[in-house]
Structures are given as structure tokens and as C-alpha cells.
């Protein structure tokens, strides 16, 4: 087994010389080291099945979900993918709107540890996924902005993420991600395994406790900007098929990238839970729920005012897939709003 790190970058490596169906104690032993060490691995050529996915994530703990689609394609009773879903559908617009940078499941009460994609199909073009190390972020920052986030924290919900960045107001559920809950937490987190601090940001964070609406909004908007800033702290990774990424939700941000919606593109999905020690917020039977759910509700009555201009024009899906502002443009291969903001 080989692990080299990423050229050019302060974390990232990629593995071979391993196959993570087979993987033994000791290779496993190394990988988790290197894990924790460089924050994602890349593993090519892997072509795992949906029990391998399963069974190598298990080796990390309980599991959110394992090999679960992350396509734009249904899948059929025979395991294979057919239909391409239509851009105006609820899928579409969260998988859209996964093109922001996020970390898993801060919006549930106890949030992710860390997740892995699968590559089966992939575009010629476009449709990558990029990580960037909120680590080096974190260690990057002048000692004023870190004395001044060092106590403050910030919500975190799907809810909020879909209205703010793509005008999408999902139907919510108690058994959706779209739930009605807000769960805090730290923006500054000290790593469980490694004791490293690093930012906890995202597009799934609003609603700072005790700072103006506007303030909160240009901080943890400017947070994102300042770790992605620096070239050394983003990966891109161009997916091929059969290759297994592998990261750390703890201190990692990620997205996908646009790409020519008309054309599959199938990744498998497995996501590790996190520690309840470290990674709970609160249940929302707590009575700290509260406030989550108070700040989401004024918060997106805010946004219904706000994101007429945004992609989605401030609307939900109906079963049909409409209600959409924009149809996807196949000359640009990704939805005209975000052509022309690129």
C-alpha cells in the first residue's frame, strides 16, 4: 500500500496498492492514521459493490446510510440507473443546491464524522467534487477574527441552505432532511481525534446568537470565502469511474460542481454518524430546540421576501417538477443563473 500525498495541496492523499474490500487490520490501521493526518483519501480504481461500500464505512462506526444513489438518475429494480431526473425536481434542486460548500449533516441533531462517494457514472465534463481543509483555514486566520468567533455559534439547517442559495423551499417532513429543526453549533471546533481546531462553517449555518442579522450573514459568508481562498486548502477532484473518495466531515467542507444535467451521474454514497459525545447538538425534544426552530421560521420568512432572484425564483417543487423560474440551458451545461454569475 502506497499513500502520497496530493501535489501541491496541505492535505489530501491518494491511496493504491490496497483493495478496501480486502483491506487488512494493519492496512486499515494506516489508512485511518493517514485519514485523520491529510483529511480525504482517494482510493481509484475500486469499483465497490454496495455491501463493500457498506462494509468499509462500518469499519468507522454506526452508519447515517450506506450505499445510497447520490445520482440525477433513478435506479431501477435490476440495481442499474435509467431515467435522468428533470432539473425543475425536488432531487434536482437539492442536488443543485449541494453545489455550495457544506459539511454532512449538521442540519440532524448529531452531525456527520465522515463519508464516502463511489464513482460508477460520470460526466466527460464538469460534475466534479472539491473539498477544502477548514484546518488550515482556521490556523490561517488573523488572531482578531479568532478571538472574535472563538465563543459564538451559529444554526444550522437544509431548510435554510435550500431557501438561501437557490430559492428552493422544500416541502418539510418529519421523516425529510427539510424537518423544521435548527441545530447550534460552534464555529470553531476542537477535533475529537486529533485536538486541531479548525472553522465549522457552511452553507447549511445562519442565525449567530446575539450578532444582527446582517453581520451574522457577512461573517459566516466571509469564514467560507477566506478557507477556500487559498489554493493549497481546495482539492478538485475530477471523478472517474470505479474511484472511492474518502473524508472527514469534521473538519472538511465539500460540493459538487455543474455539469451537463441532461447526462447520468451516479456516485454511491455511504455516510458515517458521528460520536453523540462530540457531535450532538441537542434532540429536538430538548427544550434548547426551541430557539433553533424560532430562528429557522424567522429566518426563512425572511428569505420568502429575499431570493425571488435566485434560482428557483422562492418556490417548491410540485410532483410534476414545476414551479421552477429557470430551465436548464444545455449550451452552458448548467442553469442560466449560474452561468451568468460565473
Not at 485523520?36 to 464505512?57: C, H, I, M, Y
Not at 488550515?136 to 435554510?160: M, P, V
Not at 432572484?309 to 410534476?320: P, Q, V, W
Request: glycine share 10%; aromatic share 10%; charged share 25%.
Amino acid at each position: 500500500m502506497d499513500i502520497t500525498p496530493i501535489p501541491d495541496k496541505g492535505f489530501g492523499a491518494v491511496v493504491t496498492g490496497v483493495r478496501l474490500a480486502e483491506v487488512s487490520d494493519d492496512e486499515f490501521g494506516a489508512i485511518r492514521a493517514a485519514w485523520l493526518d491529510r483529511g480525504f483519501l482517494l482510493f481509484p480504481g475500486q469499483f465497490l459493490s454496495d455491501a463493500e461500500n457498506v462494509a468499509f464505512g462500518e469499519r468507522f462506526g454506526e452508519l447515517e446510510f450506506g450505499a445510497n444513489p447520490m445520482s440525477n438518475s433513478r435506479k431501477k429494480d435490476d440495481g442499474s440507473f435509467g431515467e435522468v431526473f428533470g432539473f425543475r425536481t425536488q432531487i434536482m434542486r437539492t442536488n443543485v443546491g449541494n453545489e455550495a460548500w457544506h459539511t454532512d449533516s449538521t442540519y440532524k441533531p448529531i452531525s456527520s464524522k465522515c463519508a464516502m462517494l463511489s464513482a460508477v457514472t460520470v460526466p466527460e465534463e464538469g460534475g466534479n467534487t472539491e473539498l477544502a481543509d477548514m484546518r488550515a483555514g482556521y490556523a490561517a486566520l488573523d488572531q482578531a477574527t479568532k478571538d472574535r468567533i472563538e465563543g459564538l455559534s451559529a444554526f444550522h439547517s437544509t431548510q435554510f441552505s435550500q431557501a438561501n442559495d437557490v430559492g428552493d423551499f422544500p416541502p418539510q417532513g418529519d421523516n425529510s432532511i427539510y424537518h423544521g429543526e435548527a441545530y447550534l453549533r460552534r464555529l470553531v471546533k476542537v477535533h475529537p481525534d486529533t485536538g486541531v481546531k479548525n472553522l465549522f462553517v457552511g452553507r447549511h449555518a445562519f442565525g449567530i446568537p446575539g450578532l444582527p442579522r446582517a453581520e451574522s450573514r457577512a461573517l459566516l459568508k466571509s469564514l467560507v470565502e477566506f478557507v477556500v481562498s487559498d489554493p493549497s486548502r481546495v482539492y478538485s477532484h475530477h471523478w472517474s469511474p470505479g474511484d472511492t473518495l474518502f473524508w472527514d466531515n469534521r473538519a472538511l467542507l465539500h460540493r459538487a460542481m455543474p455539469y451537463d444535467y441532461a447526462k447520468p451521474r451516479v456516485l454511491i454514497g455511504t455516510r458515517v454518524a458521528g460520536d453523540p459525545a462530540t457531535e450532538l447538538a441537542y434532540y429536538p425534544s430538548d427544550p434548547a430546540a426551541e430557539a433553533g426552530r424560532k430562528a429557522l421560521q424567522e429566518e426563512l420568512a425572511l428569505l420568502r421576501e429575499e431570493t425571488a432572484d435566485r434560482l428557483y425564483g422562492g418556490t417548491t417543487a410540485d410532483s410534476s417538477g414545476a414551479g421552477a423560474r429557470t430551465a436548464y440551458d444545455p449550451a452552458t451545461r448548467m442553469p442560466p443563473a449560474r452561468a451568468e454569475a460565473t
